[in-house]
């Protein structure tokens, strides 16, 4: 009697012990992203070349900054405001400069709301929990630490946070256009444009 009320409740506890892991809470959310935060990234361009980019994001200032060094090339200034005008300019003797404009401004800190969960991965040697949304983003995050490891566009090209220092803000100086991007003259054509993914895609509407 005693031996099968322990086995049954042994039972009961093995069936349950999934509930232990899963049931108690919903699956995992992915942080948002720190209002203010410095981050190094690593990008892999689908293996066309690499480069690194001294990424700057900054909600309250409505600005989204990249400073990309290429491999063994030059560097180019992409920044991004709120109001969709974006910068893409270099300092060099190239004077080169283009001004976009698209209709939705930088990426809000809650934008990966809605992934679906995919578990987690050893991804750079860290677990992360997985998430993908609409095919076109997978997002590594640490499952200890809860920073971003690792993101991947649906065209190949992967970033690899290398540091994630929230808080860190850039100063403004450093995000005023030069004065070549406002002048007809500037050299256009010289830099062959390193256009990131369409990040509109992640927007609400
Ligand atoms: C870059 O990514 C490609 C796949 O897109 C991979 O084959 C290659 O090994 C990667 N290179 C580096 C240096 O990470
Ligand atoms: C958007 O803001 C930036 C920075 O203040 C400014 O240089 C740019 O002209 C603005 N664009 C539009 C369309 O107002």
Not at 95 to 119: K, Q
Not at 130 to 150: G, L, N, Q
Request: proline share 6%.
């Amino acid at each position: 009697m005693k031996l099968t009320a322990l086995f049954f409740t042994g039972s009961i506890l093995l069936l349950m012990s999934p509930c232990i892991k899963w049931c108690g809470s919903s699956t995992p959310s992915p942080s948002p992203w720190p209002k203010q935060f410095h981050a190094l990234l690593y990008m892999n361009m689908s293996g066309r070349f690499l480069k690194l980019s001294d990424f700057w994001y900054d909600w309250p200032k409505g600005r989204g900054v990249n400073i990309f060094q290429r491999q063994l090339g030059g560097i180019l200034y992409d920044i991004e405001w709120d109001n969709g005008t974006t910068f893409y300019y270099t300092l060099d003797s190239n004077r080169y400069c283009r001004v976009m404009e698209s209709e939705v401004g930088i990426l809000r800190p809650d934008f990966l709301d809605g992934a679906n969960y995919l578990g987690t991965q050893l991804t750079d040697g860290f677990l992360c929990h997985v998430w993908e949304k609409i095919d076109f983003i997978w997002y590594y995050e640490d499952v200890i630490s809860r920073r971003p490891v690792r993101w991947d566009f649906y065209d190949g090209i992967s970033s690899h946070v290398m540091t994630f220092e929230v808080g860190a803000v850039l100063p403004d100086f450093v995000t005023q256009a030069p004065e070549h991007c406002f002048n007809q003259e500037s050299h256009r054509d010289t830099l062959e444009l390193e256009n990131h993914p369409p990040l509109y895609r992640l927007s609400p509407h």
